[in-house]
């Protein structure tokens, strides 16, 4: 996790010096996170990269791959890979 969120914050800089800003013009950032357990290694590169005041407002989604639905109006099971779940996360 922590080498896939250096390499995510590498692409996003290089994207906005293209563009001529920098991650300091960063004022909203979702995370998508599969694996909840590595949440703290994200924090840490994120923490790192962006620093620590003033942060951007952030939003965390929690993924959750799951193989099956079930469809209560049709009282039947939708084939599906991914369902997530949300929470909103704010700087401390």
Same mark, same amino acid.
């Given at each position: 996790?922590?080498?896939?969120?250096?390499?995510?914050?590498?692409?996003?800089?290089?994207?906005?010096?293209?563009?001529?800003?920098?991650?300091?013009?960063?004022?909203?950032?979702?995370?998508?996170?599969?694996?909840?357990?590595?949440?703290?290694?994200?924090?840490?590169? +994120?923490?790192?990269? =962006?620093? /620590?005041?003033?942060?951007?407002? *952030?939003? !965390?989604? #929690?993924?959750?791959?799951?193989?099956?639905?079930?469809?209560?109006? +049709?009282?039947?099971? =939708?084939? /599906?890979?991914?369902?997530?779940? *949300?929470? !909103?996360? #704010?700087?401390?």
């Amino acid at each position: 996790m922590r080498a896939q969120a250096e390499q995510v914050f590498r692409n996003i800089q290089t994207a906005l010096e293209s563009r001529g800003a920098t991650l300091a013009d960063i004022v909203q950032l979702t995370a998508y996170i599969r694996d909840m357990p590595q949440l703290a290694a994200y924090r840490e590169v +994120r923490e790192r990269v =962006l620093g /620590t005041n003033p942060r951007p407002a *952030s939003s !965390l989604v #929690r993924s959750v791959v799951c193989h099956e639905v079930f469809d209560t109006s +049709r009282k039947e099971r =939708l084939p /599906t890979r991914l369902a997530s779940t *949300s929470l !909103l996360c #704010r700087p401390s």
